[in-house]
T-cell receptor
Framework: GAVVSQHPSWVICKSGTSVKIECRSLDFQATTMFWYRQFPKQSLMLMATSNEGSKATYEQGVEKDKFLINHASLTLSTLTVTSAHPEDSSFYIC???????????????FGPGTRLTVL | RKEVEQDPGPFNVPEGATVAFNCTYSNSASQSFFWYRQDCRKEPKLLMSVYSSGNEDGRFTAQLNRASQYISLLIRDSKLSDSATYLCVVNVNNDMRFGAGTRLTVKP
């Protein structure tokens, strides 16, 4: 099956620092990758959608200058949380999908998530 | 109205029970549908896709009703290991929209 990895799996950082999270599709080429955030006991919240080689599309209310997304290849997308603050502490999950015939996105496969704690 | 709505639960059922979850969606242009399960502090994992004709995988049955814009998930003979949050996911123009999830706890 399709495997998506994320690195790091957890990170603790000081307020004001930047944190980069990598998302890789290991055994398939992902035309589209998604970044989600999930606070405790809440649902997944889509932050942005990125297609390889183009700028990410951010959801309303998500600051693109704070959450930098780079989708440089069909197997790698990165999310950088710039100048992190304690309120950015959350579970960040990426997913990857393939666009099948007809232009429809196929099933999303999720990475294991990155737990970010900002002190 | 939310794009994808689910009863948050929690559903607390004994082992062996049959439990059903419903999910409604607002966009009639929705193209594909999925059920995911998410364990505490873990990523969502695909449980099953939902096809127009309905589909079954072991103890799990998913059904789609396009006219009424809802999908359902039925779990028969519940196991302790079925305890999780079940997420309804709807694909609209390549935008995957998640429901808030329904929590299920299966008790001995």
């Amino acid at each position: 099956g399709a495997v998506v990895s994320q690195h790091p799996s957890w990170v603790i950082c000081k307020s004001g620092t930047s944190v980069k999270i990598e998302c890789r599709s290991l055994d398939f080429q992902a035309t589209t990758m998604f970044w989600y955030r999930q606070f405790p006991k809440q649902s997944l919240m889509l932050m942005a959608t990125s297609n390889e080689g183009s700028k990410a599309t951010y959801e309303q209310g998500v600051e693109k200058d704070k959450f930098l997304i780079n989708h440089a290849s069909l197997t790698l997308s990165t999310l950088t949380v710039t100048s992190a603050h304690p309120e950015d502490s959350s579970f960040y999950i990426c997913s990857a999908s393939v666009v099948v015939a007809g232009g429809r996105a196929d099933t999303q496969y999720f990475g294991p998530g990155t737990r970010l704690t900002v002190l | 109205r939310k794009e994808v709505e689910q009863d948050p639960g929690p559903f607390n059922v004994p082992e062996g029970a049959t439990v059903a979850f419903n999910c409604t969606y607002s966009n009639s242009a929705s193209q594909s549908f999925f059920w995911y399960r998410q364990d505490c502090r873990k990523e969502p994992k695909l449980l099953m896709s939902v096809y127009s004709s309905g589909n079954e995988d072991g103890r799990f049955t998913a059904q789609l009703n396009r006219a009424s814009q809802y999908i359902s998930l039925l779990i028969r003979d519940s196991k302790l290991s079925d305890s999780a949050t079940y997420l309804c996911v709807v694909n609209v123009n390549n935008d995957m929209r998640f429901g808030a999830g329904t929590r299920l706890t299966v008790k001995p």
